[in-house]
């Protein structure tokens, strides 16, 4: 109805208006950053060769991104994310559910879970390497255990947290208890579920190239830099790659954060930021 579509094209106007306005504000603010950073390392406090210029990292970026050579152990790295993060997702969302939905359960697994949960992965590295050696698997297991807490965890507090009132409904409706879990209980927890996969996204980077770093591994973003440090490398060079793991994640968050607002707009219908 003309009325109606009336009604709803200022509001589009305004959610649209606003994202740029915070798209603009964040694009200001990174430059801001960079040009402190750029003023900072041209004092030259710490010698160039050890703290190179802002602009200079900043123009090794796409240099390495032309690099067949850098290329490959990117490839290598998100193939090891993306196998990581489906792991994770396929072992904690099932997990999660159970846990969420059994009174039993979620009381005897959360001494087990708390006990676990503050080991940090990079420490598991060793043993890690023990049993798996430093390839993909070992990656995929240390690094799928690092993301799957904050899935787990989503996923648990969202099932267990549901509306009572949503609940009654369902069973005023006829429903048993594993209709209620597929109909009422997990289209009500995926926004949660969903934001644990976009915390646990990050997370996996950061632990990903760490352990690569540390294990020596033959292929990898943090095993380019490991090789590059060594005999003298070049510091441009190593913080461009570093940088480039930056903004793999920013991506990835950024991918995820569309994600969430295309699946679960109402969550965000007040909302005027990025």
């Not at 255990?145 to 009654?168: E, K, Q």
Request: glycine letters at 10%; hydrophobic letters at 55%; aromatic letters at 8%.
């Amino acid at each position: 109805m003309p009325g109606q579509s009336a009604h709803v094209r200022p509001n589009a106007l305004e959610r649209s208006g606003g994202a740029l306005a915070a798209l603009a504000i964040w694009i200001a603010g990174s430059l801001a950053v960079f040009a402190v950073l750029e003023w900072v390392t041209r004092l030259e406090i710490v010698p160039a060769a050890y703290f190179p210029y802002a602009s200079t990292v900043a123009s090794r970026i796409p240099e390495l991104l032309g690099d067949p050579g850098f290329l490959g152990h990117a490839r290598a790295t998100l193939m090891a994310w993306g196998l990581s993060l489906a792991a994770a997702v396929a072992f904690a969302v099932p997990l999660g559910i159970a846990f969420g939905s059994s009174d039993v359960l979620f009381r005897a697994m959360s001494p087990v879970v708390d006990l676990m949960r503050p080991i940090p992965s990079v420490a598991l590295l060793p043993l890690a390497m023990l049993v798996l050696g430093t390839g993909l698997e070992m990656k995929v297991v240390l690094v799928g255990y690092a993301m799957a807490w904050p899935i787990l965890f989503n996923t648990i507090y969202g099932i267990h947290d549901l509306d009572p009132v949503s609940v009654d409904t369902a069973r005023c409706f006829g429903l048993k208890r594993l209709a209620i879990i597929r109909h009422v209980g997990i289209p009500s927890a995926a926004p949660f579920i969903l934001t644990g996969i976009r915390v646990s996204a990050s997370i996996g980077l950061v632990v990903l190239v760490s352990a690569e770093l540390l294990s020596d591994s033959n292929a990898g973003i943090g095993s380019f830099i490991m090789r590059n440090s060594s005999g003298g490398g070049r510091m441009d060079t190593i913080l461009a790659a570093a940088a480039i793991v930056g903004l793999l994640g920013l991506l990835v968050n950024v991918a995820f954060w569309v994600i969430e607002r295309w699946q679960f707009a109402w969550r965000f219908a007040g909302e005027q930021h990025l």
